[in-house]
């Protein structure tokens, strides 16, 4: 592997000063990498790091080699897998306070063929989410997999998240750019000691004032993905910045309905309003947009937004009134194993809410009597096609889409303009969803205090924590609703409304949804109590889903609503995956694929709504 591990005094002294005598460590100009025994199959970074001044644009390209695909090529640190044998060089272009800087790194590579892997070094801003995974083979005993720090400023790692493969920590507070090596090391079934490392650099960053609207979080770099954008010198400032501390004005930067002057934006107009923190999440958001937007939903629902961010460190995507942007976890994103070792893997932070809870409502979208969403291991190199994306990111965009438009919908867009500030505009008018409460109004306060739990985090009383799944499918069945988290709130009622309209509309596709059991002791998991597919066509929601996608998207005919398919009943008794082949066609084998993390975890909605609203 990449080092021998290092001996414990020698540890202990590489992590008080933050140098290492004994370092294997190559440097050419400004550019570290931080080993020197290289093989083909591992993975590497490249550090651009500098005792005193102030980096800004770096460009990294390759030289000479093999063809390495450098993901991070806009970052201080670019990360890779090194494909194969031979010599290797890059270059890397930069502004160093002010002067124009070129520094150029060459090393050479032997074959290989590494049974252990730590990926993907990268540069984070002190405070943000690191997450760091370790890929192995079947000569690996996987209960032999630990992690240590071996050098930098003390990290502290996530205990409540970290397993064999992962490690999650918080970058530590800096006063300068500071590498921190990670080494995973494991043992072979054989018994053999083998190692790797990882390096991250930490970034020094401005202090967050006290009133800035991102107060509670550390924000990733992030930069416009067309450079000559017109919007290119406000995107970052008013929608992705801890600095932001005011919303920023439609002068300073106008929605996409402006650019189109309020018909349907071209696909250019709208990435001229993206902002990545990767080049490919704006090159795989591009060609989705080319390959499924036959109706022109999506541009048309974009027309309300003043940007879109696609950043490895957003989980779950939300929409947020105080910018106009809506922001998308590029996990829907990727199709190569490289570009999702980019994407960090801090867990959601729902995920254990409502544990206590008896039951589980389970959700999924179907066609054919089979998934059209898939969990795909992240311990296995997997590449995916554009198509494998269509309908997660589909219900994805409809959804926060819905939530754009209805803070600013379509009568609104003249209605301000210029020096008007755009949360100002989103609070000062009724929304769809506010109307909607009042028209069709969700009756059981029982699921919605439960919704409360579940997704808010409040804790259970004596009585939720004993309502068994029969008693909340009676709660549940004969209220309007289509979905356990719209009992969230009314943003969120709407929300899974349309989402659920337009996948069916558009893509045949049908949301099932259901309370069943938990697992018990001998592993009988998920034993539906009650279950519906197409539940979006029950009367009295359909109602409720016409009146929102009439306003939420005025280009839609409505007369589709006729044509949902008949709404489907599960079979109580059996478990959600036997509940799978009960549309009329017939039955299709479950794929492997669906099996692996018990369906993608459907219990929690893949977006969020939650972030509160500023008071200035």
């Known amino acids: 592997m990449k080092k021998i591990a290092l001996l414990l005094s020698s540890l202990l002294l590489v992590s008080c000063s933050g140098d290492d ?5 190559i440097q050419a100009g400004n550019i570290i990498l931080n080993e020197s025994e290289l093989t083909a199959g591992l993975s590497t970074q490249l550090i651009l790091s500098v005792q005193t001044g102030s980096i800004l644009s770096p460009v990294w390209t390759q030289v000479s080699g093999p063809d390495v695909e450098l993901l991070s090529a806009k970052s201080k640190v670019v990360g890779f897998t090194i494909p194969s ?3 290797y060089s890059f270059e890397v272009n930069y502004t160093l306070s002010g002067s124009s800087v070129t520094d150029t790194i060459s090393f050479t590579a032997d074959s290989g063929n590494p ?3 730590a990926r993907l070094g990268h540069s984070v801003i002190e405070g943000n989410g690191v997450s760091l995974r370790a890929f192995y083979d079947d000569s ?3 209960d032999s997999i630990t992690w240590q720090q071996i050098s930098g400023p003390s990290i502290r790692l996530d205990e409540g998240n970290i397993t064999a493969e992962i490690a999650i920590f918080d970058a530590p507070e800096v006063a300068r750019d500071s590498i921190v090596e990670m080494q995973v090391s494991a043992q072979t079934t054989s018994g053999a000691q083998v190692t790797d490392t990882v390096s991250v650099l930490v970034e020094n960053a401005a202090i967050i004032p006290s009133n800035a609207y991102f107060d509670d979080d550390v924000l990733a770099t992030v930069y416009p993905y067309v450079a000559d954008s017109p919007h290119k010198d406000n ?3 008013c929608v992705y910045s801890n600095q932001l501390a005011s ?9 996409i309905a402006s650019d189109s002057n309020g018909a349907t934006p071209t696909i250019d107009q709208i990435m001229d309003h993206v902002l990545v923190s990767h080049d490919w999440m704006g090159q795989r958001f591009r060609e989705y947009l080319e390959a499924f937007d036959d109706h022109d939903d999506f541009k048309n629902l974009f027309r309300a937004t003043t940007a879109i961010v696609l950043s490895y460190d ?3 995507s939300f929409y947020w009134a105080a910018t106009g942007a809506i922001y998308l976890d590029p996990n829907t994103l990727w199709l190569t194993p490289e570009e999702r070792d980019t994407i960090n893997e801090a867990p959601d932070y729902r995920a254990n809410f409502g544990n206590e809870l008896q039951f589980v409502m389970p959700w999924r979208y179907v066609k054919d009597n089979d998934y059209v969403s898939f969990n795909y291991p992240t311990n296995e190199r997997i590449t995916r096609s554009l198509n494998d994306l269509k309908y997660d990111l589909a219900d994805l965009l409809y959804h926060e889409l819905a939530h754009a438009n209805d803070y600013l919908p379509s009568p609104e867009w003249q209605r301000y303009t210029g020096s008007s500030r755009f949360l100002d505009a989103a609070l000062n008018e009724s929304e769809i969803s506010d109307r909607l409460t009042v028209l069709y109004p969700l009756q059981s306060t029982i699921m919605k205090n439960l919704a409360s739990v579940r997704f808010l985090g409040e804790d259970p009383t004596l009585i939720q924590k004993s309502y068994t799944p029969s008693d909340v499918a009676g709660f549940y069945s004969p209220d309007i609703s289509n979905g356990f988290y719209n009992y969230t709130n009314e943003k969120e009622d709407l929300g899974i409304l349309f989402e659920s309209l337009m996948m069916s509309v558009r893509f045949g596709v049908q949301r099932d949804t259901a309370v069943t059991t938990k697992c018990d002791s001998s592993d009988n998991c998920y034993i539906v109590s009650w279950g519906q597919r197409g539940r979006v066509a029950e009367p009295g929601i359909s109602e409720r889903a016409e009146f929102v996608a009439e306003n939420i998207l005025p280009e839609f ?5 006729n044509s949902l398919p008949a709404p489907i009943a599960m079979q109580p008794g059996l478990d959600w995956w036997d509940n799978l082949a009960i549309s009329p066609a017939a039955p299709k084998a479950l794929s492997n694929k669906v099996r692996v993390g018990k369906v993608r975890e459907t219990f929690l909605e893949n977006h969020s709504h939650s972030r509160a609203l500023p008071k200035h």
């Open 247 to 255: 919303s920023c004005t439609f002068n300073q930067l106008p929605i």
């Open 85 to 87: 044998a031979g010599d």
């Open 21 to 25: 005598p004994d370092s294997d460590e």
């Open 140 to 142: 690996i005993n996987p």
């Open 115 to 117: 049974n252990l892997v």
């Open 314 to 316: 957003i989980r779950p």
């Open 557 to 561: 005919d409505t007369s589709l609503i």
């Open 235 to 237: 995107l970052q400032n």
